[in-house]
């Protein structure tokens, strides 16, 4: 098999399984984002530094903190060292 056609079939796969997870974790997105700071939040989890994220969107350290947890929990982010990122 070809590399060209080993990727395709790996990006096909990938495709599907973000389907999949998008599927699982629907509801828990729906809840966790329900209000627009917490979408701002999540959006830019692992691309805004905490102290900016905490400016834009009037939560405390603490809370960001605190909701990340929740979420990692959730299943709707992963920890990445000392830093959270989105599972999808």
């Known amino acids: 098999m070809a590399a060209s056609e080993e990727l395709k079939i790996l990006k096909r796969i990938e495709e599907l399984l973000e389907a999949l997870a ?22 830019h989890t692992g691309r805004m530094p905490v102290t900016e994220l905490a400016r834009k969107t009037g939560f405390s350290t ?4 605190r909701t990340w ?3 990692e929990e959730a299943g709707l982010l992963i920890k990445d060292g000392k830093q959270y990122k989105k599972v999808l």
């Open 22 to 43: 998008r599927n699982a974790l629907r509801d828990a997105l729906n809840s966790a984002l329900a209000d627009k700071e917490h979408r701002f939040l999540y959006e």
């Open 62 to 65: 603490g809370s960001i903190s």
């Open 69 to 71: 947890q929740a979420w």
